[in-house]
């Protein structure tokens, strides 16, 4: 059975910058496309940023591009959301996925962010 483990999550202040890790060596890692999402209360999950299974293309939400990063570690089957410049409007519980575990809504536990003064 497949387990996305994500950690990294924390409260930060505005402006701050947050790392977070997802990985599972369970999951044929470096064949999939990786996704981070992200769900606040009473929301649905919202896609922020995919990456191709090498690496060499990626895809943000608006609302992030230029302050998010996603990047891979094939290697350690292990994917990344770099998040600089964080604002309280992207305080929400984190989740990486693949796009087919999230097409059939199964879910990791998650890691929160919490960004406030």
């Known amino acids: 059975q497949v387990q996305l483990v994500e950690s990294g999550g924390g409260l930060v202040q505005p402006g701050e910058s947050l790392t977070l890790s997802c990985g599972d060596s369970r999951l044929a890692f470096s064949r999939n496309r990786m996704n981070w999402y992200r769900q606040a209360p009473g929301k649905e999950h919202e896609l922020v940023a995919s990456?191709?299974?090498?690496?060499?293309?990626?895809h943000y939400a608006d609302s992030v591009k230029g302050r998010f990063t996603i990047s891979r570690d094939n290697a350690k089957s292990t994917v990344y959301l770099q998040m600089d410049n964080l604002k309280p409007e992207d305080t929400a519980m984190y989740y990486c996925n693949t796009p087919g575990l999230a097409y059939v809504d199964s879910w990791g536990q998650g890691t929160q962010v919490t960004v406030s003064s």
């Open positions: 990456i191709t299974p090498t690496g060499r293309v990626t």
